[in-house]
Every structure is written in structure tokens, then in C-alpha cells.
């Protein structure tokens, strides 16, 4: 095996550094099968991932198990905003955009800076009169509940001074604008970090581990039946209680335990489109009203994020998949304001995700919010459900405490709001030093800033691959946004175990270039392929399997409807061979 990551070669668990290499796997699975912990945690969402944190910083053991990857769900696949929510304000929901906005601010300052920015938004105002004052009203709320802590207030904009920030707008578009700030992240790898600082502070992290079933002393639910997705062994976890965070399984994980839960979940579908910056031309991202809801047009690196769709789901959980309709719906929605349309050929990528919603629920769920729901469903078992990605942190503290009654002894109360994830401490200093360490490294400090923002300060433990191996710096074959040193680490130190998660979720490959991952999907096998061992049948296998999910993903987004798009995609094989069928 490898000296380029020396995961493989140093098999001892070294938790302290947050890694989730291949040995940190196997000394994981030890622990699974020889601890009792006080929790463990099912999903390896942002919700689950921040329960596991939550917990291992109160002092808890916990173990955190994901049967796919970490955040391949939801948490993958949304508007990627750390937000208020602009309409609560409209449905005088006050106490959530507070708290929605308290998290996007420690986010931006002292949890995630190198992970979390501003980012604006024009909304372009289409009404005379009445309009613009019922906006500022809103706004200065919002502003004053915490919007505009860290980031510019509002900002209020004639025709002219709108359509010079955004000229990609048509001139009927609009009467005036108002600019606002909110936040964005990559979801991704901001649950992955979430996961890997959990696993700093002694939780046991792993995926491709699957809950099979519930472990039961009368009606006690004692742990959990746990299968591994790559070789199929199973074996027992036993814990004093069990949260389930799987979001749009939360129902399936409930009939699996043989309870009756206290609430319901639901999927809602929303699909995203990826197309190049120079094809809207605008200084801001934008906020347009559709009849339902709103479109959004984010700014994303090199491109824009222009969503999203609404809509029930009944089909596959883990792959939902776009339609031809939703794409004309998305692009009908934004081209309504653009002087130059955009068309198909424009789109370099589609996700689709699942708004885990709340549903039916009974008399007795302590539904702390609004938006999400936390009950003691059995003694010994836990659901969390429904929020959005802002309010993770809040959600995971709620489901902790949710859980103390069947710990033993004391739990020490929430302290993640104190808690920097994996990165952030020595971001800003490394920042203003980004030209010096560029030219130690021969790296371009635009690159370096990049870097920084992915990795934050753990960027040394890239760029020492990079020492050591000079020629993983060079950029990937045709997705040169990313070096090769990057797909190392993705795999060292950041759990990836397939091809699909590398360039989906440890890079975005698979939605910012118009190939999709096909045209280096073999290079990236192979150097994969350097720190997991795989022999050549292997990488092909991986490219295989990859490359047939990105045919059957472009099959579904020409079908009509959701269920000939469903069966498109389903087709294609799993990248995770020993996964087992939902029932
Ligand atoms: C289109 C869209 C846009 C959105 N935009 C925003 C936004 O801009 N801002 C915002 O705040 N929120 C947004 N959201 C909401 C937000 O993304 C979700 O609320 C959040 O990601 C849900 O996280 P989760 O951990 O509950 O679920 P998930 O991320 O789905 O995690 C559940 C995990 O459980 C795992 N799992 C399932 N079964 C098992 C099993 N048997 N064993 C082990 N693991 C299992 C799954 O593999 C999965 O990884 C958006 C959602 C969508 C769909």
C-alpha cells in the first residue's frame, strides 16, 4: 500500500487528528464491536454528524454510523444557504429567523469562517409604490434580529443602480432593488467536517455501515444490528441510547425498530441547476419570487446554483432524480427576468434532493419548533426530524437532551457553540499569510485561497502530501479546479471510499464540469487507487459503476415525470456492494 497518505501504513486509531482513513475504519469497527457507548447516533447527515459532536464535546461516547456516505443524503443537495429565512418573517414567525440567524452568524464567525461566507442577494422589486417599504420593513428586521451583525444591512437600489450590479437582468424586469446578505457553504464538506471534529473529540466516525436492525430487552431499545456496506460482516453495537437522524428514512428506521413513532416524515423533491458564471452577468446572486415560493440564483466559484423546485416524492429515497420538467421549470422561472435566456445547452450539472418535511405527528412529540421535531419514541430511542441545515446545531442539542433520561448519570449541557470545527482555529491568520505560504509551496495564491477555504487550517496536512510528492500538485486532468493532492486527502483523511465520493461530495466535480466526472474519472481512481490499494479490476470497477450513474442520471433528466425518471435512475448499479435494499 501507500506512503503517500500513511493511513494504511500506521494502522493505530488516531482520532485526535479527526482523520477518517482506512485504519481509523478497522480501529472503528473494534470499537463497535468491543464498546458499550452512551449513544449512537444513525445517519451521517449534517443532523447526525452534528448529534455526534454535540455529544462527544458534552463528554458522551457516541458512535456515528452512515450506511452510504457522509452526507449522500439531504445534506449534499440543498440551496447550500446558512440562512434566516425571509419567509418566516412573512408568516410572523420571529423566533425562528432569531434563531436561525444567531446560528449563520457563529457559523461566520467562530465555528466555520473558512467554510461559511457572505454572500448578497438583489431581490428585484417589480411593483411601484407599495412594494419597496413592505421589503425595507422586512429587511430591517431581519437586520436588526442579527442579519447585519457581521455582514452589510440592507442596501436600497434605484432601476439604473440595480441593473448595473445585475446588467444580466431585463430592463422590464424590474422597478427597483433592495440588496441583502446571507451565507453560503458547501453543504458537503461542511457536514464532512461537522464528522471528522466529532471524531476529534473521540467519537467513532464511520460509513458504509448500515443499521440492519434494532437490539431490544423488553420494549428498551439497547443498540443497534450494523452491517458493512464493503464486506457485508455484521456485528452488534450496544448503547445506552439510539438516535435516529436519517431525515427522509426516518420512517424506514422506525419500522425497523418495530415501534411506533411519534411523527411522520415526508419527501419533498428540489432540483438545482449548475451553469457557468459568464452566462448570467451579475456582481450579486438574486432573489426571485415565484407563485409558490422563490427562486434562487447563488453565486458558486466559477458558476451560478439557480433553484428550486417543490414537489412530492414517493420514489427511491437515496437517488431522487431531476426530470425534464423540473429543468423547463427552473429555467422558465429564471429566464422570466434574464435578457439573454438561458437554454439546455447552457447546463453543466442537475442535483436533486429531498426536504425531509414533518408530517403526521401525535399529541405527545415535544415539537421544540416550527421546523423540526424531537420525541422519545421507545426508552432507549431517540428521532430527530424535519429543519433545515441552519438550525443543525440547535436540532442536535435538542436531540441530546432529548436522550439524557436513559444515560447514566449527568449530561453536561450543549456546548458546541464554543466548539471551532476541524479548520477553523488559525483560518484568518493563514489567510493574511496566503502569498507567502503560496510561494513556499509554488502554489498561485488565488489557488491557496482556494485551498484555505476548503480545508481551512488543515490545509498543512494537503499541502504536505504535496511536499512529499511534488507531482500532486499538479491540477486533475480536466477538472483542474481541484489538485491531485486533494484526492489523496479525500481518501486519507476524509473518509471517501468510492469513486462517487470523491467527485461528488469531496469535490463537486460531478456538477461543476459539463463531463460530469467521466473525462477524469479514471485518473481519479488511480489515485485513489494509491491509498486504498485498489488493483486495476477495481478502478475499473469503480469507473464502471461511476460512469453508468452519470448515464442514467442524464437518461432520467430527459423523462417526462417522476416515475420514468425514477426508473432510470434506479437502473444503475450501487456503488456500495454489500448495501441492503431498503424493505
Ligand atoms: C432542495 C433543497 C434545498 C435546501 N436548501 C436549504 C438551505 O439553503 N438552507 C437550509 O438551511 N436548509 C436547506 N435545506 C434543508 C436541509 O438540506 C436539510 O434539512 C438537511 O440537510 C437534512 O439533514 P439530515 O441530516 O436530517 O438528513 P440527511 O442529510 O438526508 O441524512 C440522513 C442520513 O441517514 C442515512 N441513513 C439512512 N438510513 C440509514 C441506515 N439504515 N443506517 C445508517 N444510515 C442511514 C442516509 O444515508 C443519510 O446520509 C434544503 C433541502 C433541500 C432538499
Known sequence: MSDRSGAVQDPLWSGAAGRLGLGEREAGWQRLRTERFDLVVIGGGVVGSGVALDAATRGLSVALVEARDLASGTSSRSSKLFHGGLRYLEQLEFGLVREALRERELMLTRLAPHLVKPVSFLYPLTHRVWERPYVAAGLKLYDSMGGARSVPGQKHLSRAAALRMAPALRRDALVGGVRYFDAIADDARHTMTVARTAAQYGAVVRTSTQVVGFLRDMDRVTGVRVRDCEDGSETDVRASAVLN??????????????????????????????????????????????????????????????????????????????????????????????????????????????????????????????????????????????????TYRVMAADAVDAAAPDLPGRVAPSITDKVPLLGADGYHALVNQVDTLGARHGLHPYRMRH?????????????????????????????????????????????????????????????????????????????????????????????????????????????????????????????????????
Not at 466526472?517 to 485518473?523: N, V
Not at 469503480?542 to 460512469?547: H, I, K, L, N, P
Open 245 to 390: 437522524c436519517t431525515g427522509v428514512w426516518t420512517d424506514e428506521l422506525q419500522r425497523l425498530s418495530g415501534g411506533r413513532g411519534r411523527f411522520r416524515v415526508r419527501a419533498s423533491k428540489g432540483v438545482h441547476l449548475v451553469v457557468p458564471r459568464d452566462r448570467i452577468i451579475s456582481e450579486t446572486g438574486l432573489i426571485l419570487r415565484t407563485p409558490t415560493s422563490v427562486l434562487f440564483v447563488i453565486p458558486w466559484l466559477d458558476h451560478w446554483i439557480v433553484g428550486t423546485t417543490d414537489t412530492d416524492w414517493n420514489l427511491d429515497l437515496a437517488h431522487p432524480s431531476a426530470t425534464r420538467a423540473d429543468i423547463d421549470y427552473v429555467l422558465d422561472s429564471v429566464n422570466s427576468v434574464l435578457a439573454t435566456p438561458l437554454v439546455h445547452d447552457d447546463i453543466e450539472g442537475v442535483y436533486a434532493g429531498l426536504r425531509p418535511l414533518l408530517a403526521g405527528e401525535d399529541a405527545e412529540t415535544s415539537r421544540l419548533s416550527r421546523e423540526h421535531a424531537v420525541a422519545r419514541v421507545a426508552p432507549g430511542l431517540v428521532a430527530i426530524a424535519g429543519g433545515k441545515y441552519t
Open 451 to 583: 485551498l484555505l477555504d476548503r480545508y481551512g487550517s488543515a490545509v498543512h496536512q494537503v499541502l504536505e502530501l504535496g511536499s512529499s510528492h511534488p507531482e500532486l500538485f499538479a491540477p486533475v486532468p480536466d477538472a483542474p479546479a481541484y489538485l491531485q493532492a486533494e484526492i489523496v486527502y479525500a481518501v486519507s483523511h476524509e473518509g471517501a471510499l468510492h469513486l462517487e465520493d470523491v467527485l461528488t461530495r469531496r469535490t463537486r466535480i460531478s456538477i461543476e464540469y459539463p463531463h460530469r466526472g467521466e473525462a477524469c474519472a479514471a485518473e481519479v481512481a488511480a489515485l485513489m487507487a494509491t491509498v486504498l490499494g485498489w488493483d486495476e479490476a477495481r478502478q475499473r470497477r469503480e469507473v464502471d459503476v461511476y460512469c453508468a450513474r452519470v448515464a442514467a442520471e442524464r437518461d432520467s433528466q430527459t423523462q417526462p415525470d417522476d416515475t420514468a425518471a425514477d426508473a432510470r435512475r434506479t437502473a444503475a448499479p450501487e456503488a456500495r456492494p454489500q448495501l441492503q435494499p431498503a424493505s
